[in-house]
């Protein structure tokens, strides 16, 4: 198992974790960061064991975006290997990001604290999203004359209302957990520091399902939300038949006749 001295990764059970973990700087966005990130979600997609991943940020913090010092010129958190990977492969802190990628396991944000600009537009690329009733969002780029390149231009009106997403994008202000939760950014609101335990909770409710029934629907979703609705159901239809085929699914169908919790091998 992978991981940086500012990104943890850990299992539980089917699920992994994900953890920013810089927290004496808010989880400002490092190379050593985006490496480890990029890392884990190459893990999650090849390792067949893990049915879904929980993404979040240590010491009650999610992410305050970049490390505007690091961007000015005053960082020096790039070790030589850092910059070696991100050389290698220039579009490495996009995929970090979920920008350039898409894992095919689903992702879960369980997010306390500060969630703003990087954090924000990370935040676009994951399923399923948990905050804290004090956790704050925003795209703050504008404020400091910078532009949400991340995504959230193209990503944001797309998941909540144009005019909500014009708003946050053109203000730069802070929005409460409540708020977020109004305007459809985030799904559950909880007790601050139960961000992490109700994530984990989802996770298990989705790893006990087939997996490459969870997999293909993900992927559905996701391949037909820009489809005409006529184009959108054809390709529904290829892709969701074969999961019938398969031997999980006529395990679902033994275990639920058996009264039993069903038994997947991704087969």
């Not at 989802?202 to 006990?208: L, P, T």
Request: overall charge negative; hydrophobic content about 40%; some cysteine.
């Amino acid at each position: 198992m992978g991981g940086t001295e500012h990104l943890t990764v850990r299992r539980e059970g089917a699920t992994l974790v994900l953890t920013l973990n810089r927290p004496e700087a808010k989880n400002a966005l490092s190379l050593p960061m985006l490496v480890g990130l990029y890392d884990g979600w190459v893990e999650a997609d090849a390792d067949d064991s893990i049915r879904s991943i929980v993404f979040t940020g240590a010491g009650g913090c999610f992410c305050a975006g970049m490390d505007l010092k690091a961007l000015a010129g005053n960082g020096g958190l790039e070790g030589e290997h850092y910059r070696d990977r991100l050389k290698a492969d220039p579009d490495l802190h996009w995929k970090a990001m979920l920008r350039h990628h898409r894992p095919r396991k689903p992702v879960i944000a369980a997010v306390e604290g500060y969630c703003v600009a990087g954090g924000t537009e990370m935040l676009q690329g994951t399923d399923i999203r948990v905050a804290g009733e004090s956790a704050t969002f925003g795209l703050f780029e504008v404020k400091r004359g910078l532009f949400p390149i991340g995504g959230s231009t193209v990503r944001l009106q797309r998941q909540i209302p144009r005019t909500h997403a014009l708003e946050m994008l053109l203000t730069g202000r802070p929005y409460s957990a409540r708020e977020a939760a109004d305007i459809g950014l985030i799904g559950h609101v909880v007790p601050d520091g139960t961000a992490l335990t109700k994530a984990l909770e989802i996770a298990e409710q989705i790893n006990a399902c087939g997996p490459l029934a969870v997999e293909a629907v993900k992927a559905s979703v996701y391949d037909t939300a820009e489809m005409t609705e006529t184009d959108g159901l054809a390709a529904e239809l290829g892709r969701g038949w074969p999961i019938f085929d398969t031997a999980d699914a006529k395990e679902g169908a033994r275990a639920f006749a058996e009264k039993r919790p069903p038994v997947y091998k991704r087969a």
